[in-house]
């Protein structure tokens, strides 16, 4: 279900556009492509939907074009950039990762990847399909590996959820508190700027129309630049 609800969201971008959504002076370039990123399971999503439709594309352009072969929206899904942020595929007792081939153990896609784990991850983020396991099915050389060793899998949110000081929004924050284990004595505000910092630097390394990999190879030969602390396992250059 989660999925099938990406994809529609997907679809509904390439079908109806945004023009009427954006600021004036703001304009769509889909044929710059379509970034996917998620936290947890959305990262897993957003990893199941690039394989999806990579397959889908693939099928398709092996086949005789007809007008049932073409995407639903008449348009295909051109997928840039995909980022996981401390993806998961995995409970305690077993692990489910987005299907890969099964003679190189590599997800389908060739979509730049870049995923960002957290070193606390544990109960939360089982080492048998935590971000580590999504790296590796990666195809090289366009992926990227970051790891803030000190935070835990729900650190990455706000301490303090929108709400207004709400019921909700009280117990939101205590959720995210208490579900995972958390960094102790340090700001997620750190971690945020530095989750920020890596999705933006990586969405610009990887900009189909202007590409500009400066900070990226930056924060990949200077980790210290991050407001968190950040290890490198495992990169390729932009």
Known sequence: MELNSAEAVADWLLKYGLEGHLPAGITPDFE????LAGHSRGGRTSFALADKRTAESAKTNSEVH???????????LNLSVLIGVDPVAATMCCATMPDVHPE?????????????????????APESGNYAQFFKRCKPPKRAEFLAPQYGHMDVLDDNPPGNGSCFSCVSALMTKCMCKNAKGLSRECMSRTVGGIVVAFFKAYNNKYPDPSDLNAIQNNPGLAPAELVIPNSESA
């Open 32 to 35: 710059s492509g379509l970034a």
């Open 66 to 76: 007809s007008s049932a072969l073409l995407p639903r929206s008449g348009k295909d």
């Open 104 to 124: 190189t153990q590599c997800f389908k896609f060739d979509v730049p990847a870049a995923v960002i784990g957290t070193g606390l991850g544990g109960s939360c």
